[in-house]
């Protein structure tokens, strides 16, 4: 599962493209915006998870990368290479319950992958849909901050 100390981690996480995809978009019009869905957006839901007991997370934001000797090409680097690492670190025998870190395409924001075996940890109450009138103001600082732009 995806979290983030915001809303805004997990959404830059999970929705905004892919460097290679926003390259073809800003090369075939200068200062375009970046396009998502109506229904991708309405696809989504919010959830907030609150820790029944305290998670063991791995922070890769600072200098948890030099004690596991990594850099920051790991949260910035290939995905496979950072998969191969998750899956180190998840078979650690210290058993952690997910990883810490900053968000490729928003690094002021913190993303939480939070692994299967914490699942038990976390006490779940769901938010209702990103597109309910209720979540308007949020909705609209996001498409704002990552200039998007939603299409039908």
Do not use: N
């Not at 075939?28 to 915006?33: E, K, L, P």
């Not at 990368?65 to 949260?75: E, F, P, Q, V």
């Amino acid at each position: 599962m995806y979290a983030g100390l915001t809303p805004l981690g997990p959404f830059a996480e999970t929705l905004l493209p892919a460097p290679e995809a926003l390259a073809a978009i800003t090369a075939s019009a200068a200062g375009a915006t970046i396009p998502i869905s109506s229904r991708m957006l309405a696809s989504r839901g919010l959830a907030k998870g609150t820790p029944v007991v305290p998670l063991q997370c791995v922070d890769l934001r600072g200098p948890g990368l030099a004690r596991i000797g990594a850099d920051a090409r790991l949260t910035t680097g290939a995905r496979a290479v950072a998969q191969r690492w998750s899956l180190a670190l998840w078979a650690h025998p210290k058993a952690p319950d997910g990883i810490m870190y900053r968000t490729r395409r928003d690094p002021s924001e913190t993303a939480i992958a939070i692994f299967d075996r914490a699942k038990p940890k976390i006490a779940m109450t769901p938010l209702g849909g990103l597109k309910e009138p209720r979540h308007a103001g949020l909705l609209a600082q996001i498409l704002q901050r990552y200039g998007i732009a939603e299409i039908p």
